[in-house]
């Protein structure tokens, strides 16, 4: 059994080495007690794997470290599968969360992630290297990175469509 409880653990680790985390944006709010302000902290984390898999997670505590560490925890738990097509998507796809509006396109080898940071964070985590984009509506930093997850989900393989009809590909 203690065998089995270490290896778990050095597995864990090992696979947190293997994750790409990136600290999108990093928002401080001020509360006004008795003896001064009071200072609280939230960060929005985009954790993947660079193979498929990727996730957003946001935590909030009194310091900036203990932040990020909850959102990559939470950005761990929410992390979704995503379709691609070597270095780049299958198909051009819209996604939309909140106020924010993300078109994304599939482009040429060589020409990299055209893309804001909120953008290009999901997209590097999920192991897209070569896509347009274009932004629009809310430029909220959160919106458009759960937008661009959104539109990464509804993603389709050509295998998963003839899969869905019930046809097959020649």
Do not use: W
Request: with cysteine; proline share 4%.
């Amino acid at each position: 059994m203690a065998n089995g409880r270490d290896r778990r653990r050095t597995s864990d680790r090992e696979q947190s080495e293997d994750y790409f985390e990136e600290v999108v944006k990093i928002n401080r709010c001020a509360k006004v007690m008795k003896g001064g302000r009071r200072f609280s902290f939230s960060a929005l984390v985009v954790i993947g794997d660079r193979n498929g898999r990727v996730g957003i997670g946001f935590g909030k505590a009194n310091d900036v470290p203990t932040s990020v560490e909850k959102g990559v925890k939470e950005g761990r738990r929410n992390m979704a599968p995503v379709a691609r097509a070597g270095t780049t998507i299958p198909h051009a796809v819209f996604g939309r969360y909140g106020g924010a509006r993300v078109k994304l396109l599939p482009a040429s080898p060589g020409t990299g992630v055209i893309a804001g940071a909120p953008v290009r964070a999901v997209l590097s985590g999920a192991g897209i290297q070569d896509v347009l984009t274009k932004s629009l509506g809310s430029n909220n930093p959160m919106n458009l990175a759960k937008a661009t997850l959104r539109a990464l989900q509804s993603l389709r393989t050509k295998e998963q469509v003839a899969q869905l009809r019930g046809v097959e590909i020649r």
